[in-house]
T-cell receptor, first 116, second 110 residues
């Protein structure tokens, strides 16, 4: 299984709602990532989990709250979002890589989020 | 800081060859990756370079020069389905952080 799955595919929420994005992989990867991508822009890194611990938080506002319940699952909890947070949210995973071991990232299909 | 540059847009003809360049200045280097992303879809991995030289995979090849902070992706025998965005990414020394370039939108015309 070389797939990263994400749910839901589309999400529309109001600024007062609380919702969660989910990501799952069964490749045994120990690094998992959340990215935000606006149209015609590259993915922007939000969070990195390594061995289920948060290792990188790229100064993301607290209205985004990540959670890694186990090595296969990654959640992103959303609360009090703003319209400018509307974007494609991508989850990715990778094995450790260095030298000849590529350790490339595998991306999920993304959740298209619209904040009204 | 990290600085990874690519041309914003390129156009090429079906059947031709196109080279997409990427220059980088990063505080650490542990590999360079190329990804393809079609509109509305997730990025998919194309190639990886960690040593200087050329890596070939079918119609796609990627080159790296670490001393120059430079890579290119070469696409041969272009097909219409190659119209997509191409992203260059550098992995840092922690092995967990990938810095993406600005992306190059390639349009293949008949």
């Amino acid at each position: 299984d070389t797939e990263v799955t994400q749910t839901p595919k589309h999400l529309v929420m109001g600024m007062t709602n609380k919702k969660s994005l989910k990501c799952e992989q069964h490749m045994g990867h120990r690094a998992m990532y959340w990215y935000k991508q606006k149209a015609k822009k590259p993915p922007e890194l939000m969070f990195v989990y390594s061995y289920e611990k948060l290792s990188i938080n790229e100064s993301v506002p607290s209205r985004f709250s990540p959670e890694c319940p186990n090595s296969s699952l990654l959640n992103l909890h959303l609360h009090a979002l703003q319209p400018e947070d509307s974007a494609l949210y991508l989850c990715a995973s990778s094995q450790e890589g260095s030298g000849r071991v590529s350790g490339e990232q595998f991306f999920g299909p993304g959740t298209r989020l619209t904040v009204l | 800081g990290q600085n990874i540059d690519q041309p914003t847009e390129m156009t090429a003809t079906e059947g031709a060859i196109v080279q997409i360049n990427c220059t980088y200045q990063t505080s650490g280097f542990n590999g360079l990756f190329w990804y393809q992303q079609h509109a509305g879809e997730a990025p998919t991995f194309l190639s990886y370079n960690v040593l200087d030289g050329l890596e070939e995979k079918g119609r796609f090849s990627s080159f790296l020069s670490r001393s120059k902070g430079y890579s290119y992706l070469l696409l041969k025998e272009l097909q219409m389905k190659d119209s997509a965005s191409y992203l260059c990414a550098v992995r840092d020394l922690t092995g967990n952080q990938f810095y993406f370039g600005t992306g190059t939108s390639l349009t293949v015309i008949p």
